[in-house]
């Protein structure tokens, strides 16, 4: 009898390691968004930003991600490639070349395949689903921003949501600049710099 309920007990410690284990591979990884400041224009900057899913076994499924953040100055976007925002916000203080979005929290979306060419960008444009290992890409023109690297600020506030996912974003931080490679591979260049903004799972939704 006492040799059964020892079987029984380490049969359910086998169990419940399992479990654990089995819960720790689905939650591990995390969203890594970086942000890579690749000119600078006349008032701003043109950064490629970048969601990669570290996750190993969750998917952000249909209709996609969303992303947000916080300007901390007054900086607007002129333009968007690979994405868009989804409200323009009060823009009455420009003539002429009116801003893509003055919203001082934007929120940002993926394009739906079937984009115009001339409107994507690599890694963009899959309607915000994002499996785990891949990345996905947009391209942002910001105005009245910093235009060298003593004067950019880092966004702040960062939000990465998806269907019946909740993230927690932790604040933007300088790393190294991201090197790339050119399409010939036979030139690198390097971005201006480069801001890190790791996610990770929360809970569901």
């Known amino acids: 009898m006492e040799s059964l309920f020892s079987a029984m007990i380490a049969l359910l410690l086998f169990s419940f390691s399992c479990f654990t284990s089995s819960a720790l591979a689905i939650n591990s990884g995390n969203i890594t968004i970086k942000w890579d400041l690749m000119t600078w224009t006349p008032d701003g900057y043109v950064a490629v930003v970048t969601a990669y899913n570290y996750q190993r076994q969750r998917s952000i499924r249909s209709p996609g991600w969303k992303m947000s953040w916080r300007w901390t100055r007054k900086e607007i976007i002129w333009s968007i490639i690979g994405s868009k925002t989804t409200e323009q916000g009060d823009c009455s203080m420009f003539k002429g070349n009116i801003p893509r979005s003055c919203v001082r929290k934007p ?42 690297n003593k004067t950019a600020r880092m966004p702040a506030n960062f939000m990465f949501t998806a269907p019946k996912q909740q993230y927690i974003c932790g604040p933007a931080k300088n790393v190294r600049p991201t090197k790339f490679l050119t399409a010939d591979k036979r030139r690198v260049t390097t971005a201006m710099m480069t801001w890190n903004i790791n996610c990770v799972y929360h809970k569901a939704t």
């Open 107 to 148: 929120t940002v979306v993926d394009l739906l395949p079937g984009t115009p060419y001339n409107q994507q960008i690599a890694n963009c444009c899959k309607g915000g689903v994002l499996k785990p290992g891949l990345e996905s890409a947009f391209q942002i023109t910001v105005g009245l921003a910093g235009t060298s």
